[in-house]
């Protein structure tokens, strides 16, 4: 099964930002409202990941490593519907057979904390007491020590990390309510607070995209019976100061889909507006009405109404162009 579990790894973990992306899905399944990561060394030494969530009862600590062993889909109706964002029982199996990886946990209503520890091949699980609040904490130590090939294919610290910051921007843009913070090599590099009103959204927006996006943004929001569309569009003369901002999120999972790419084109075409675009754009749909490519790797969504779909959210873009023109 170890074998099975580095085969597996090799699909979902990449490279530490693909670590980072699973062990905050996790957090986010668990219902944690306080996400806390920390970098050494671009991720290659050490990832960190505590939350407040639910926490992991000790006779489930062992099994959460083992593959296959989620907890989550509950019929195959469920894959269908994907809300939850695990669904494939792997990651941790998989991100322990290629580290030494610790995870520690505490439940809300028991008295002591446990650990269980579990590295590389030889995966004897340990399980023992520790000191840990209600919560989860994942330590990800020497990623890939014992696949030196993929170890090897580990850019500098400073583009890892890069690549974490980038993924956690992601997740963040989607989960507004979650309180983040991101430290490297013990420096405090990012802090997320939550948001629950507007000015709170566009503070948010600020400390994620950048100031230069979130003052020329302003804010898009239109539903009718079966679509609804929120988020921020972001107009400059200057292309770099907006348009590498354009994040695209279906049901709450960021997506790559050419259509929104093309309804900002034309909405911006058709309002005369000369100007480069960035977005942060959240559509909301029946899950039935879109395949999500289940993939790990990918993020692509196939709408079964792509056409109906488009014309929504150029209509929505143009009410908001023309209301901030007017
Ligand atoms: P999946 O998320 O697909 O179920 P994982 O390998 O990512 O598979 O996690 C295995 C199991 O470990 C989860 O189903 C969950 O029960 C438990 N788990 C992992 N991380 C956490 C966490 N941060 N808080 C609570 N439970 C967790
Ligand atoms: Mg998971």
């Known amino acids: 099964p170890q074998l099975a579990n580095q085969i597996a790894a090799g ?4 490279r530490p930002a693909s670590v980072v992306k699973e062990l905050v899905e996790n957090c986010l399944d668990a219902g944690a409202t306080k996400i806390d990561i920390e970098v050494e060394k671009g ?28 907890s989550k889909v509950a019929s195959l109706a469920d894959l269908e519907s994907i809300l939850s964002f695990g ?38 699980v340990k399980v023992q007491p520790t000191a840990h609040p209600v919560g989860t904490t994942v330590e990800v130590v020497d990623l890939f020590f014992n696949t030196p090939a993929r170890r090897r294919f580990l850019r500098a610290d400073k583009t890892e990390f890069t690549h974490i910051e980038e993924q956690l921007k992601r997740i963040a843009l989607a989960k507004e309510e979650i309180h983040f913070s991101l430290r490297h090599n013990d420096k405090l590099v990012r802090q997320y607070r939550p948001a629950r009103n507007d000015r709170q959204r566009q503070q948010r927006l600020a400390s994620i995209c950048g100031s230069a996006f979130a003052d020329r943004a302003f804010m898009l929001r239109s539903s ?9 569009l972001a107009l400059d003369d200057d292309k770099a100061r907006v348009s590498e901002v354009q994040y695209f999120y279906v049901n709450g999972r960021v997506v790559r889909d050419k259509l929104v790419n093309h309804a900002v084109r034309q909405a911006l075409e058709e309002a005369g507006v000369a100007q480069a675009a960035g977005f942060v754009l959240y559509l909301t749909v029946d899950p039935h009405e879109v395949d999500v490519n ?9 709408f079964h109404q ?3 779909v488009h014309d929504f959210i150029l209509t929505a873009l143009q009410q908001g162009l023309s209301q901030r023109t007017s």
């Not at 699909?11 to 990449?14: L, T």
């Not at 009718?224 to 921020?232: C, E, I, S």
């Not at 289940?294 to 196939?302: G, I, L, S």
């Open 87 to 124: 669904f494939r029982g792997e990651a941790l199996a998989s991100i322990s057979s290629v580290s030494r990886l610790t995870l520690s946990s505490r439940q809300q209503d028991a008295s002591e904390a446990w650990q269980a520890y579990a590295e590389g091949r030889d995966m004897a």
């Open 294 to 302: 289940v993939h790990p790797a990918k993020h692509e969504v196939r």
């Open 224 to 232: 009718n019976d079966d679509l609804a569309l929120t988020g921020f």
């Open 306 to 308: 792509a056409r109906y």
């Open 11 to 14: 699909e979902v973990v990449e």
């Open 43 to 70: 991720g290659s030494k050490a990832l960190i990941v505590r939350d407040n969530g639910k926490g992991i009862a000790k006779s489930e600590l062992e099994l959460a490593l083992a593959r296959h062993a989620t």
